[in-house]
């Protein structure tokens, strides 16, 4: 189905969703999609009570048959040669999205996606953060202002016990990556 596709898939440190973003580049690599996985280092190399970090990485470079891009100096060919189609970070911490919204690229996935959109390819965003709807709020504001910027739809995943956090509806991973690369932004987004 994605024979010829190139995706790259960025992972920042929000531990408690990888389990469910894990298995969305399962399936885009069984559907043909190359992906080429990237992580911060802290996602890269941060043992939590959700998982081991080494574990995290060898499941990645197992389900997709490539190295998992974790330092500046391997993120910086990504737009030069223009290795990528589309490129996804999911989950996108507050602090990724934050970096992003101000031109920062400290970290692999932060230049994968400057580099990525020197070409003006598409980068989807998987939101997923505590600080959502407080200080991060007017980030996710200038993000959706930008040209080909994305956002998997999102909503509060605890409004009584954590009002200003957001994670992104995972599952509609593919479906928001399929919009994205037409130049469409999938709705609703807000959930």
Same mark, same amino acid.
């Given at each position: 189905?994605?024979?010829?596709?190139?995706?790259?898939?960025?992972?920042?440190?929000?531990?408690?969703?990888?389990?469910k973003v894990i298995p969305e580049i399962?399936?885009?690599?069984?559907?043909?999609?190359?992906?080429?996985?990237?992580?911060?280092?802290?996602?890269?190399?941060?043992?939590?009570?959700?998982?081991?970090?080494?574990?995290?990485?060898?499941?990645?470079?197992?389900?997709?048959?490539?190295?998992?891009?974790?330092?500046?100096?391997?993120?910086?060919?990504?737009?030069?040669?223009?290795?990528?189609?589309?490129?996804?970070?999911?989950?996108?911490?507050?602090?990724?999205?934050?970096?992003?919204?101000?031109?920062?690229?400290?970290?692999?996935?932060?230049?994968?996606?400057?580099?990525?959109?020197?070409?003006?390819?598409?980068?989807?965003?998987?939101?997923?953060?505590?600080?959502?709807?407080?200080?991060?709020?007017?980030?996710?504001?200038?993000?959706?202002?930008?040209?080909?910027?994305? $956002?998997?739809?999102?909503?509060?995943?605890?409004?009584?016990?954590?009002?200003?956090?957001?994670?992104?509806?995972?599952?509609?991973?593919?479906?928001? $990556?399929? $919009?994205?690369?037409?130049?469409?932004?999938?709705?609703? $987004?807000?959930?």
């Amino acid at each position: 189905m994605y024979n010829g596709l190139t995706v790259g898939f960025a992972m920042t440190g929000s531990f408690c969703t990888f389990k469910k973003v894990i298995p969305e580049i399962d399936n885009l690599s069984k559907k043909g999609a190359n992906v080429l996985p990237i992580m911060s280092n802290t996602a890269a190399t941060t043992d939590t009570r959700f998982g081991k970090a080494e574990d995290f990485v060898n499941t990645l470079e197992k389900i997709t048959g490539n190295p998992v891009i974790t330092t500046i100096a391997e993120a910086e060919p990504i737009g030069p040669k223009k290795l990528l189609d589309i490129l996804i970070v999911a989950p996108c911490t507050g602090n990724s999205l934050a970096k992003l919204a101000n031109g920062i690229a400290d970290t692999a996935v932060t230049l994968a996606v400057k580099s990525h959109l020197r070409n003006k390819r598409p980068v989807v965003l998987g939101i997923s953060s505590n600080d959502s709807l407080g200080a991060n709020a007017k980030n996710i504001g200038l993000l959706l202002s930008r040209k080909n910027i994305y $956002m998997i739809p999102f909503g509060q995943d605890d409004c009584i016990e954590k009002e200003n956090s957001i994670v992104a509806h995972f599952d509609q991973t593919e479906d928001t $990556m399929c $919009m994205a690369l037409e130049g469409n932004q999938i709705q609703p $987004m807000l959930i």
